[in-house]
């Protein structure tokens, strides 16, 4: 902390390695706090550390990371974990931004974005409630600078300007910074580095003013000295003698000491080639406003959004309309509840239970209830499994596929453990609402609806199911778009190949294959100049949504349900086709990206 503070007005290409190491390994965290896998959190820690000298070797797992900084002379080792795990794909597409920001002021090329001048702008504006207003702003200026034929810096500079003043005009007066939408952060960004090292920078400032203060007084007592001991001298003889008593007294002087005793070394003359002008006050400063950004739906909406996906899921697995309503009250229910329970720091094993204990609760209440009225509705005992599905942790599922992919097992594996936790936790709840109200869920009933009929509703109910998930897991709008159409082909020819006898793991196979050639080729367009650059996302914002409805949760429940019974036949029989259309999502996944990567391609 004494290293961080002596520098924390330093340009950071000019801080010794503690506060380098600071914002490499924050940059990491947060990426790990909004649910990436660990071969995604490396790859951001090296971004950060390759224009600043620093190699880095990192161990990421769930919820912590070891990583040993060194610049060729010094080393430091950093341990930092955070309390749970969530999910946020806002803050995932911001920090390619922060990336491309942070290397380009120091001089090196952007990496994620083609067009620097969008990263550059959304970090002059993070107090934003909508960056990707912002964003989109930034890109249109560019466009219409292009048009008129003006200078690439010109361009560059008046559509950040120009864009920023715009996006002031509908920002949101209220302070958009919070806590973490579904992680239980520690805060540690505000105390230790914003409170602690401000402070302490603040008196470093003070009583460097006072050691000022007290030199020149010095320097007039010994020029007055001076003169009284060389009262012949001239003025140009006098300076001389000064200068040179002054030299002597530096050269036995004891050099001041810069950092503590473990970094004891005066970092002045060990400048990096790219030294820029970002400090290590403005690294951290924008990293706080990343950190701490307000969650971009309310409970309520949010809630809306899971009852929508969730709905939309029945209806992908066979449901019909009274299924539908059912699972739709229920999972926006639960959802609501389970962001309210979040926002106080409860266990998530323990909201999981009660969340979709409810959720399970309120579908067969309300089927109940339309049965005063259609006793039809009494028979859909399935529905209440489509209530539980939004719960179904995506993200881990498929980053510990990804993550086993690129040989990182420990990560890899401990995701898988916490994705069948949360499973497990689920089933149990809803299991023990089934014993308690007598429910017999044996299937949805065959709609028997036209082929065309039936390919376009699920078009549109899979653009709704991705759509949903994509807000719950806090993407922008625009984003949510992007992976619902991409969710919406490619679910839809899952669904079709599966009626025509293709096996249900294969279907999952070419699903997630064709997820992540589409998010990669969306990607691509924007690079290239096909696409607006602020529509540049994350393909891990992208697959994930678009494939988290293939998971198949009402397998996983069917497996539950049946190893309750005792009948142990069964409930094998439904875990292991769970298990086979589970390995298949990741698998497919990992194939796009060895297909159009070569970073994934090759084993260097």
């Known amino acids: 902390m004494e290293d961080i ?129 912002v964003s989109a702003n930034l890109s249109k200026q560019l466009r219409e600078e292009e048009k008129t034929g003006s200078t690439a810096v010109e361009s560059g500079q008046d559509a950040v300007l120009d864009a920023l003043e715009a996006a002031s005009e509908h920002t949101d007066p209220g302070d958009p910074r919070a806590h973490q939408l579904h992680v239980h952060e520690t805060d540690w960004s505000q105390s230790a580095m914003a409170q602690s090292l401000a402070a302490r920078a603040a008196d470093e400032q ?173 028979q859909h005992d399935t529905a209440y499994i489509g209530a539980m599905l939004f719960v179904i942790p995506g993200f881990p599922l498929i980053t510990s596929g990804l993550d086993m992919a690129k040989i990182d097992f420990p990560s890899g594996i401990q995701r898988l453990a916490y994705f069948l936790c949360i499973v497990l936790m689920a089933t149990l709840a809803g299991w023990m609402v089934a014993t308690i109200v007598h429910l017999n869920p044996t299937g949805f009933e065959p709609l028997g609806l036209n082929v065309w009929v039936n390919g376009a509703l699920r078009f549109l109910f899979a653009f709704l199911g991705v759509w949903g998930f994509s807000v719950m897991f806090n993407s922008p709008q625009r984003m949510c778009l992007v992976a619902a159409v991409i969710g919406a082909i490619t679910d839809t020819l899952r669904l079709e190949l599966v009626d025509v006898g293709v096996p249900a793991e294969a279907g999952a196979f070419i699903g997630a294959l064709l997820a992540g050639l589409l998010a990669t080729a969306w990607r691509s367009s924007v690079r290239k100049g096909w696409l607006a650059p602020h529509l540049g996302y994350p393909r891990i914002c992208l697959t994930v949504p678009s494939i988290v409805i293939m998971v198949p949760g009402l397998y996983m429940y069917q497996a539950m349900f049946h190893l309750g019974s005792f009948d142990t036949q069964s409930a094998l029989d439904w875990a292991f086709r769970a298990f086979m259309v589970i390995i298949c999502l990741p698998i497919g996944l990992a194939m796009a990206r060895v297909i159009t990567d070569k970073s994934w391609r090759y084993d260097i």
Not at 21 to 37: E, F, K, N, P, Y
Not at 53 to 71: F, K, M, P, Q, S
Not at 76 to 82: A, P, S, W, Y
Not at 237 to 260: D, G, I, M, V
Request: net charge negative; aromatic share 8%; proline share 4%.
């Open 206 to 378: 003070a009583r460097e003013a006072e050691q000022v203060e007290e030199q020149s007084q010095t320097a007039q007592s010994a020029s007055d000295a001076m003169e009284s001991d060389f009262p012949d001298a001239t003025p140009s003889q006098t300076a001389q003698k000064s200068a040179a008593s002054r030299k002597h007294k530096l050269a036995h002087r004891k050099p001041p000491k810069e950092y503590a005793e473990h970094f004891d070394y005066a970092d002045g003359n060990s400048k990096t080639k790219n030294a820029g002008g970002i400090t290590v006050r403005q690294a951290h400063e924008r990293l706080d406003m990343i950190e701490h950004r307000k969650p971009l739906y309310s409970p309520a909406f949010a809630g809306l959004a899971s009852a929508i996906a969730c709905a939309s899921f029945v209806f992908l697995l066979g449901g019909g309309p009274y299924d539908m309503i059912g699972a739709f009250v229920g999972a926006g229910l639960g959802h609501w509840l389970r962001r309210r329970l979040f926002a106080h720091h409860l266990n998530q094993f323990f909201v999981t239970f009660v969340c979709v204990a409810l959720a399970a609760l309120a579908c067969t209440g309300t089927l109940r209830l339309i049965g005063l009225f259609d006793p039809i509705a009494l």
């Open 5 to 133: 503070e002596r520098d924390w007005d330093k340009p950071i290409a000019e801080a010794g390695i503690a506060a380098k190491a600071s914002v490499i390994v924050r940059v990491g965290l947060l990426d790990l706090s909004a649910g990436t896998g660990s071969f995604r959190v490396r790859e951001m820690m090296h971004r950060i550390a390759y224009p600043l000298g620093v190699h880095v070797r990192a161990d990421v797992n769930l919820t912590d990371i070891e990583a040993a900084c060194t610049d060729g002379k010094n080393r430091i080792t950093e341990v930092i974990d955070l309390p749970s795990t969530g999910v946020n794909t806002e803050r995932i597409w911001l920090l390619e931004h922060y990336a491309d920001w942070f290397s380009v002021n120091l001089g090196e090329e952007s990496m994620y974005h083609a067009q620097p001048e969008v990263s550059q702008g959304l970090m002059q504006h993070l107090d934003t409630k909508d960056a990707s207003q």
